[in-house]
Structure formats: structure tokens, C-alpha cells
């Protein structure tokens, strides 16, 4: 799955939906799929909490950290910037 797919995904659920458990979850799932991943329930468990958190409060430094962390390069991270601004 390339970061145009991953930024499309997130763009098509609604701001409304994003405190939705299930929605996000669903969310999860399906990128991990599409990507070759097979997650756990406390994986996706995990996810949901770190995202939930982000955003009640989390700044863009600790966004960044999570995707640094979880093997996106900062040359991802630059063209996903450039994607969301357009």
C-alpha cells in the first residue's frame, strides 16, 4: 500500500468518526490487510488507544515520533505532508 492509498483512507472517514472505536478499528484492519499485516485484537486494541490519545491532546512532535517508530521515514513523512496540504 503506497502513502497516497494511506492518505486517501484517512481523508474518507468523516472528523465526526474519529472517536468512533469501531470505525477506526475497522480502519486499522483493513490498511493492515491491504499492507500483508496480520494484527492482533490487542494490537488494533493498542493502536486505538495511541491514535485516541493524539488526539486528546498529542502534538504533532508525538505524531511524528509513533510514524518514526513504526518504520516510516522522514522522506514519507515530508511527501505525506505535501499530500494532506494539496
Do not use: C, Y
Not at 19 to 29: A, I
Not at 53 to 67: H, I, T, W
Request: net charge negative; hydrophobic share 35%; aromatic share 6%.
Amino acid at each position: 500500500m503506497n502513502i497516497d492509498q494511506i492518505i486517501n483512507r484517512i481523508k474518507s472517514v468523516p472528523k465526526e468518526k474519529w472517536n468512533d472505536e469501531e470505525t477506526l478499528k475497522s480502519l486499522f484492519r483493513q490498511t493492515a490487510n491491504e499492507a500483508g499485516k496480520s494484527l492482533t485484537e490487542d494490537e488494533i486494541d493498542q493502536l486505538f488507544q495511541q491514535f485516541k490519545s493524539l488526539l486528546e491532546g498529542g502534538s504533532q512532535e508525538a505524531l511524528l515520533s509513533l510514524l518514526l517508530r513504526h518504520g516510516i521515514s522522514k522522506s514519507q513523512l515530508d511527501e505525506m505532508g505535501e499530500k494532506f496540504q494539496s
